[in-house]
């Protein structure tokens, strides 16, 4: 309609154009420039541990069927018949050896190699046709701590670039053990009437937050609950705000910190080691610890074990939570749990929620993190349901004929600074949480949207 993409996005006065949350248009140029460009997060590996195991999942809004395949691989290919369009796999998980369409018959390997179609000797498809040519189309997989990753984008950036600096913090949480993570139980999921940036551009680090909508786990006293330690002088509500140019950001906050609320733990003078059988980060035995040192670099074992990456997210549309729960005893339980924000129209997002543990650890600790999750980042937990009552009357806003002309404003910027002493790369904010995590999401934005 003549509305430019800087008449949208403001990069002279850091503001952004509410219409963004409900424009048709827009929301088709994303599905092409964001969610078939970008490396999107599928689920785990666990789900599929056998041969011709499948789970159906959404790249945005492609259903795409993930399998196992008889090489062991894990595959992503598009839920859709290339004979006629219809869907392919109608069920959401199961094992099969072969994926057949029920409206002619054509059938798949779970790779989504074409194996054949009914009737071949009558010179149906499969016979006069190349059936290389025939198979499922294929996206390209990563996996990265067993987590499935996929992007129709095959010769565009490998995961690891794309992931940036940041992937230096998040292997702080996804590959710290040998054993690596397993999901707990199936992803939970559930539909709200918002668009996925009002939930996408929040995971990129808004811990502003947290001290008003989320307060109540302050003043509950799940988070501690003192008059030092709620409103503006909380532990999370500083630390350093990690952020990098493809969008991504985590907030790096000081466990020390949050843990004195519950227990007077004496963590001066202590070795990494010692600091670490003290916080026990959830997930984390104290059998397990030997294993961080064998799978991160001392870096970054001293910095989970000081000033651990918590709470952030993966552009476009995943948010990381890694929740400590100490112990007035000492040691903690907590959660490690991702959100991946799935389109579903331009006022529509599924919430699809993964929980994860340590595979092997003591069923005790998975019990404790399943809870902890459901309790806190779960579809029915407290931080979630906080969420959900402002997201959708922010896009009942944007529908407004005055109201859709109002702008989100990210102006309290700190510009990046490196702390004393840190060792991990990007763009480092110190200090009391501010706009720059979640302005740099939207340059993200920006990037893709205008590229070419
Ligand atoms: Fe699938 Fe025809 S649409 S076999």
Same mark, same amino acid.
């Given at each position: 309609?003549?509305?430019?993409?800087? &008449?949208?996005?403001?990069?002279?006065? @850091?503001?952004?154009?509410?219409? $963004?949350?409900?424009?048709?248009?827009?929301?088709?140029?994303?599905?092409?420039?964001?969610?078939?460009?970008?490396?999107?997060? =599928?689920?785990?590996?666990?789900?599929?541990?056998?041969?011709?195991?499948?789970?159906?999942?959404?790249?945005?809004?492609?259903?795409?069927?993930?399998?196992?395949?008889?090489?062991?691989?894990?595959?992503?290919?598009?839920? $859709?018949?290339?004979?006629?369009?219809?869907?392919?796999?109608?069920?959401?998980?199961?094992?099969?050896?072969?994926?057949?369409?029920?409206?002619?018959?054509?059938?798949?390997?779970?790779?989504?190699?074409?194996?054949?179609?009914?009737?071949?000797?009558?010179?149906?498809?499969?016979?006069?046709?190349?059936?290389?040519?025939?198979? =499922?189309?294929?996206?390209?997989?990563?996996?990265?701590?067993?987590?499935?990753?996929?992007?129709?984008? $095959?010769?565009?950036?490998?995961?690891?670039?794309?992931?940036?600096?940041?992937?230096?913090?998040?292997?702080?949480?996804?590959?710290?053990?040998?054993?690596?993570?397993?999901?707990?139980?199936?992803?939970?999921?559930?539909?709200?009437?918002?668009?996925?940036?009002?939930?996408?551009?929040?995971?990129?680090?808004?811990?502003?937050?947290?001290?008003?909508?989320?307060?109540?786990?302050?003043?509950?006293?799940?988070?501690?609950?003192?008059?030092?330690?709620?409103?503006?002088?909380? *532990?999370?509500?500083?630390?350093?705000?990690?952020?990098?140019?493809?969008?991504?950001?985590?907030?790096?906050?000081?466990?020390?910190?949050?843990?004195?609320?519950?227990?007077?733990?004496?963590?001066?003078?202590?070795?990494?080691?010692?600091?670490?059988? =003290?916080?026990?980060?959830?997930?984390?035995?104290?059998?397990?610890?030997?294993?961080?040192?064998?799978?991160?670099?001392?870096?970054?074992?001293?910095?989970?074990?000081?000033?651990?990456?918590?709470?952030?997210?993966?552009?476009?549309?995943?948010?990381?939570?890694?929740?400590?729960?100490?112990?007035?005893?000492?040691?903690?339980?907590?959660?490690?749990?991702?959100?991946?924000?799935?389109?579903?129209?331009?006022?529509?997002?599924?919430?699809?929620?993964?929980?994860?543990?340590?595979?092997?650890?003591?069923?005790?600790?998975?019990?404790?993190?399943?809870?902890?999750?459901?309790? @806190?980042?779960?579809?029915?937990?407290?931080?979630?349901?906080?969420?959900?009552?402002?997201?959708?009357?922010?896009?009942?806003?944007?529908?407004?004929?005055?109201?859709?002309?109002?702008?989100?404003?990210?102006?309290?910027?700190?510009?990046?600074?490196?702390?004393?002493?840190?060792?991990?790369?990007?763009?480092?904010? *110190?200090?009391?949480?501010?706009?720059?995590?979640?302005? @740099?999401?939207?340059?993200?934005?920006? &990037?893709?949207?205008?590229?070419?």
């Amino acid at each position: 309609d003549g509305t430019s993409l800087d &008449d949208l996005i403001m990069r002279e006065s @850091n503001e952004v154009s509410l219409r $963004v949350m409900t424009d048709e248009e827009l929301y088709k140029l994303e599905m092409e420039k964001i969610f078939a460009k970008t490396w999107l997060l =599928l689920g785990h590996e666990s789900e599929i541990p056998e041969a011709g195991d499948f789970i159906v999942r959404d790249m945005a809004e492609d259903n795409v069927i993930v399998a196992r395949g008889q090489d062991g691989d894990v595959h992503v290919s598009l839920n $859709v018949c290339p004979h006629r369009g219809m869907r392919v796999c109608l069920g959401e998980a199961g094992n099969k050896r072969v994926h057949q369409c029920i409206y002619h018959g054509w059938a798949f390997r779970p790779n989504g190699d074409f194996i054949g179609a009914p009737v071949e000797r009558e010179k149906m498809h499969g016979n006069d046709v190349d059936k290389k040519t025939l198979g =499922l189309k294929k996206a390209r997989v990563h996996l990265y701590g067993g987590l499935i990753f996929a992007t129709w984008n $095959v010769d565009g950036p490998s995961f690891d670039e794309y992931l940036g600096d940041i992937k230096y913090y998040m292997d702080q949480l996804f590959c710290r053990t040998n054993r690596g993570l397993e999901l707990l139980g199936p992803p939970q999921r559930f539909t709200l009437p918002c668009n996925w940036k009002v939930p996408g551009e929040q995971s990129g680090s808004d811990g502003f937050h947290t001290l008003t909508l989320h307060r109540s786990l302050m003043e509950g006293g799940v988070m501690g609950g003192t008059a030092e330690t709620i409103y503006d002088q909380a *532990p999370g509500m500083y630390g350093v705000d990690v952020s990098c140019e493809q969008g991504h950001s985590l907030r790096c906050l000081e466990a020390e910190k949050t843990f004195k609320m519950f227990a007077d733990v004496p963590f001066e003078g202590k070795s990494t080691r010692e600091r670490l059988e =003290l916080l026990t980060p959830p997930g984390i035995t104290k059998d397990m610890i030997p294993e961080l040192f064998e799978n991160l670099t001392e870096d970054q074992v001293a910095q989970l074990a000081t000033i651990p990456p918590q709470v952030g997210g993966m552009f476009p549309n995943i948010l990381i939570a890694f929740i400590f729960a100490p112990r007035t005893d000492g040691g903690s339980s907590g959660a490690l749990s991702l959100h991946a924000y799935v389109p579903k129209g331009p006022d529509k997002v599924e919430f699809v929620n993964y929980l994860f543990a340590e595979k092997d650890a003591p069923e005790q600790m998975k019990r404790d993190m399943l809870q902890n999750s459901i309790w @806190n980042t779960g579809t029915s937990g407290v931080i979630e349901q906080d969420d959900a009552d402002v997201w959708p009357v922010i896009m009942k806003n944007a529908r407004g004929a005055v109201s859709k002309d109002m702008t989100l404003k990210y102006q309290a910027l700190h510009g990046h600074e490196r702390p004393e002493g840190w060792v991990g790369e990007g763009l480092l904010y *110190p200090g009391f949480t501010k706009d720059d995590t979640q302005w @740099n999401w939207w340059l993200a934005y920006y &990037d893709l949207m205008d590229a070419v």
